[in-house]
C-alpha cells in the first residue's frame, strides 16, 4: 500500500535509508575482518584489486546513503516545523509530483536546475 501522507512516505523512505546504511556498514566490516584474516597483496593478488573496488564502491554508497538520511531528516523537521514543501530558492510551493519523487526536496525543479544541485542519472 502506497504511502498516504508526505510524513508517511518520509518515515517509509528513512526506514528504507536506515536498511540499506546498516547493509552497507555489515558489508564494510565483514570485508574488513575478511581482509584481516589474510595476507593481503592487491597488487599480486588477481582478487586483490576487485576486493578494494568493491570496498571503496561500498564505503561512497554508504556515504550517499547517510548523506540521503540527513536530507529525510531535515525534511521531517521541516514537516514538524510547517515549512516542508516550500522552496527554499524562491519560496513557491514545490510541486507534489516532485515531493512524492524525492520527498527530501528542498527546492523546485527551477531552482534545482539553476543551483546546480539537480541529480544526474
Do not use: N, W
Not at 72 to 93: P, V
Amino acid at each position: 500500500m502506497p504511502p498516504t501522507t508526505y510524513a508517511d512516505l518520509l518515515a517509509e523512505r528513512v526506514a528504507q535509508a536506515e536498511a540499506q546504511r546498516g547493509e552497507l556498514v555489515a558489508a564494510i566490516e565483514q570485508m574488513r575482518l575478511a581482509r584481516s584474516l589474510t595476507f593481503a597483496d592487491d597488487e599480486h593478488d588477481p582478487e586483490g584489486s576487485t576486493v578494494s573496488l568493491d570496498q571503496a564502491r561500498d564505503v561512497a554508497l554508504l556515504v550517499r546513503a547517510e548523506q540521503t538520511l540527513a536530507e529525510l531528516r531535515a525534511a521531517q523537521q521541516r514537516l514538524a516545523a510547517g515549512t516542508y514543501g516550500d522552496c527554499e530558492g524562491c519560496g513557491r510551493a514545490i510541486p507534489p509530483e516532485r515531493l512524492r519523487a524525492r520527498p527530501e526536496a528542498r527546492l523546485c525543479v527551477p531552482c534545482s536546475a539553476a543551483s546546480g544541485t539537480a541529480r544526474r542519472p
